[in-house]
């Protein structure tokens, strides 16, 4: 039976870190496929993990734990014909809830062995009043505090604690039971999303919620493209991301710089940036997307 993992998170969070640091080390003797998923119509990520894996399916403009959900179902049954994974990774969007992508595994015939939620731990308490974050980390049976080189001790405490209070305040029912059940998980620390092996073996059945509440609207979260003619310099790109509206929680593409072989990703999160990992094969323009 094929074995899949559902990677959920914030926007930001660092799911295809966790990917491309974690999942490329720990199952190496495997046959892995990617399912990508990405909010709007110009997606990055999936860009990102083809540098990595031959087999990387994007699913963009739209959700897939909603509007996706049939071309996602069909598109798997067709990457399973195509490809026969023994493995597959699901990276949902920022927005997305993880139990109809779940739910959708299930109905083709696949094992979930874990739903993996990424915490931005440095950022965390500036979204973790969001809805569908809460929802993200009540349904997941593996917690990842990512960034954790970005806070201090005191600081991921405080972070731990926050995430424990959810899982006890959000209580995943199980389906084939109407008594509440305390959920099993497992919470990991990570930088680069890098985590032990462990993860990727399984620590118990995901839970499986009584009935789907979904209450997360992706209206609330606007997208904007922005283009640039021309190579930029490092200060001006340095310019660019240090004046973003402060509306602008996520930022994200591929720029081509002066002086670099190599276009380079770009991202942002909740004012803090990086780039310079090379987009070796991009040819196109130079774009950032920027979500509200």
């Given at each position: 039976?094929?074995?899949?993992?559902?990677?959920?998170?914030f926007l930001g969070s660092g799911k295809t870190s966790l990917i491309i640091n974690s999942v490329k080390e720990h199952l190496k003797d495997?046959?892995?496929?990617?399912?990508?998923?990405?909010?709007?119509?110009?997606?990055?990520?999936?860009?990102?993990?083809?540098?990595v894996y031959s087999e990387v399916l994007e699913l963009s403009e739209g959700c897939i734990c909603c509007k996706l959900s049939a071309e996602f179902e069909s598109s798997v049954r067709r990457l399973i014909q195509d490809y026969n994974p023994e493995v597959l990774i699901v990276e949902t969007s920022g927005v997305a809830e993880p139990f109809p992508i779940v739910f959708s595994l299930k109905t083709l015939g696949l094992f979930v062995d874990g739903v993996i939620c990424v915490i931005d731990s440095k950022n965390f308490p500036k979204y973790k009043e969001d809805d569908?974050?809460?929802?993200?980390?009540?349904?997941s049976n593996v917690v990842v505090l990512n960034k954790?080189?970005?806070?201090s001790k005191e600081e991921l405490e405080k972070v731990k604690e926050e995430v424990k209070k959810i899982k006890e305040k959000y209580k995943v029912v199980n389906m084939f039971s109407p008594e509440e059940k305390e959920s099993f998980y497992k919470i990991y620390e990570a930088t680069y999303g890098k985590v032990p092996a462990e993860v990727f073996k399984g620590?118990?059945?995901?839970?499986?919620?009584?009935?789907?509440?979904?209450?997360?609207?992706h209206d609330s979260r606007k997208e904007e493209v922005v283009t640039f003619d021309r190579e930029l310099t490092e200060e001006e790109l340095v310019n660019f991301l240090k004046n973003l509206p402060k509306e602008v929680i996520r930022a994200k593409g591929?720029?081509?710089l002066k002086d670099y072989p190599f276009p380079v990703f770009v991202h942002y999160v909740f004012g803090d940036y990086d780039y310079g990992m090379p987009a070796e094969n991009y040819e196109g323009e130079s774009f950032l997307v920027l979500i509200r």
């Open positions: 039976m094929i074995s899949a993992f559902v990677v959920t998170g495997k046959k892995v496929a990617i399912v990508v998923n990405e909010f709007g119509e110009v997606g990055v990520d999936g860009k990102i993990l083809k540098n569908t974050a809460k929802y993200q980390l009540a349904t954790t080189d970005l806070v620590v118990g059945k995901p839970v499986e919620l009584k009935e789907h509440l979904h209450f997360h609207s591929i720029v081509k």
